[in-house]
C-alpha cells in the first residue's frame, strides 16, 4: 500500500484554473484565475507556488514548502485528499478542504464556518493540467441528481490501520414544487445505517434542515 506522502505526490504538476468564491446560499461573489505549480524539490520536500490573477490588479504570489504532512491530512491511492481542522470546538473558526483529482482535472472545495458554527463561505477550485484542455461543464440542474445512486465509502484513519470499505447508496426524490428527500445508505445487513433528511429547493442551493443531516 503506497504511503500518505506517495498519495500526495501524484497531485504534482502544473495546475490551471481559478478561485471561485460562494455565499452560504450559492450565489458566487468572487472568480479569481490561478495556476499552481506542485513539485517535489526533493524526495522528502514539497513546493507549491499559487499565483492568482485577480482582474484589474497585480498577480497575487503565495510559496508553500512542507516535509511532513499534520494529522489533519489524508490522502487515498488515487491522489485524492482531505485537510483541515481535527474537531469542531465552539467559540472558534473551523474550516476544512476537499480534492479529487480524475486525470488532468482537480476538482477542490474549502469551507470555512464562522465562530457560531455556521458556514460561511465555500471556494470552489476547478483546475486542469496546463497544455490540456478544460472539460466541458454545463450548469448541474435538479433533474440530473434525482434518483438512486449506489458506490462505496473508503474510511482512511490517522492512525495508519488499515482503511475500511462499506457500500453506499444515496435516493434523492423531489417531494413537491420546492421540496424534496434524501436517503443515504452506508453498510449492509445488519451493520446497514440508514439517514433520512428533508430539505428545500433554492436558486442556487439544496438546504436540508430536517433530520440528522
Given at each position: 500500500?503506497?504511503?500518505?506522502?506517495?498519495?500526495?505526490?501524484?497531485?504534482?504538476?502544473?495546475?490551471?484554473?481559478?478561485?471561485?468564491?460562494?455565499?452560504?446560499?450559492?450565489?458566487?461573489?468572487q472568480d479569481i484565475p490561478s495556476r499552481l505549480v506542485f513539485e517535489a524539490t526533493d524526495p522528502k520536500t514539497v513546493r507549491m507556488v499559487l499565483t492568482h490573477f485577480p482582474p484589474n490588479r497585480e498577480p497575487r504570489q503565495q510559496v508553500f514548502e512542507f516535509q511532513t504532512?499534520?494529522?489533519?491530512?489524508?490522502?487515498?491511492?488515487?491522489?485524492?485528499f482531505s485537510q483541515g481542522?481535527?474537531?469542531?470546538?465552539?467559540?472558534?473558526?473551523?474550516?476544512?478542504?476537499?480534492?479529487?483529482?480524475?486525470?488532468?482535472?482537480?476538482?477542490?472545495?474549502?469551507?470555512?464556518?464562522?465562530?457560531?458554527?455556521?458556514?460561511?463561505?465555500?471556494?470552489?477550485?476547478?483546475?486542469?493540467?496546463?497544455?490540456?484542455?478544460?472539460?466541458?461543464?454545463?450548469?448541474?440542474?435538479?433533474?440530473?441528481?434525482?434518483g438512486e445512486w449506489r458506490g462505496e465509502a473508503t474510511t482512511y484513519y490517522p492512525d495508519w490501520q488499515p482503511e475500511t470499505t462499506v457500500p453506499t447508496g444515496l435516493t434523492l426524490t423531489q417531494t413537491g414544487d420546492q421540496t424534496l428527500e434524501q436517503e443515504l445508505r452506508f453498510g449492509e445487513g445488519a451493520t446497514e445505517r440508514v439517514l433520512h433528511s428533508v430539505g428545500s429547493i433554492g436558486d442556487q442551493a439544496l438546504h436540508f434542515t430536517t433530520g440528522p443531516i
Open positions: 500500500m503506497a504511503s500518505q506522502w506517495e498519495n500526495l505526490l501524484k497531485n504534482q504538476g502544473i495546475w490551471e484554473g481559478s478561485f471561485t468564491q460562494l455565499a452560504p446560499d450559492g450565489a458566487i461573489t504532512l499534520s494529522r489533519g491530512f489524508i490522502a487515498c491511492g488515487d491522489g485524492a481542522s481535527m474537531q469542531w470546538g465552539p467559540f472558534a473558526n473551523f474550516g476544512a478542504e476537499l480534492g479529487l483529482i480524475f486525470g488532468d482535472a482537480r476538482l477542490r472545495i474549502v469551507e470555512l464556518y464562522n465562530r457560531e458554527s455556521d458556514l460561511d463561505r465555500l471556494t470552489l477550485i476547478r483546475e486542469t493540467r496546463a497544455q490540456t484542455t478544460p472539460p466541458t461543464r454545463p450548469p448541474l440542474t435538479l433533474p440530473q441528481l434525482l
